[in-house]
């Protein structure tokens, strides 16, 4: 059982002991006795940007949910280089409906579940090609 708070702390410790997280702030954070709603701005080491936004539920069990969420990565000029959502606009779409704005809004291609620690690790990888 994970309780909303826990996970916010969760949040919280993932971009403080990041190494290329350079800054962060919530631009809001809604916490309510079931479910939260939390934006966040994240400014990484190279100069490029995350900006992202999870909905979380907790389930009969107890259980958090992650039911939506959008991370954008953009450059210091704020042009797209990633996107990962699971918004249900692409059902052909192998994965559905998680996928990737993959460097343009129209280049759309599967992806697995996304958190954001699998995100930062992919941010990583795409920074050490």
Known sequence: MTTLEFYLEEVNECLIDHYQVAGYRFVIERILANSAYIRVHVALLDGSLLQFT?????????????????????????TLLRRWDNAAH?????????????????????????????VLDSIVTQLSE
Do not use: C, N
């Open 54 to 78: 999870e909905y979380s539920e907790v389930d009969i069990d107890g259980d958090l949910q992650l039911i939506t969420y959008s991370y954008q990565w953009m450059d210091a000029d704020g």
């Open 90 to 118: 692409y059902p052909r779409l192998r994965g559905f409906p998680h996928h990737v704005h993959d460097g343009h809004e129209k280049k759309v291609v599967p992806s697995e579940p996304m958190s954001l620690i699998k």
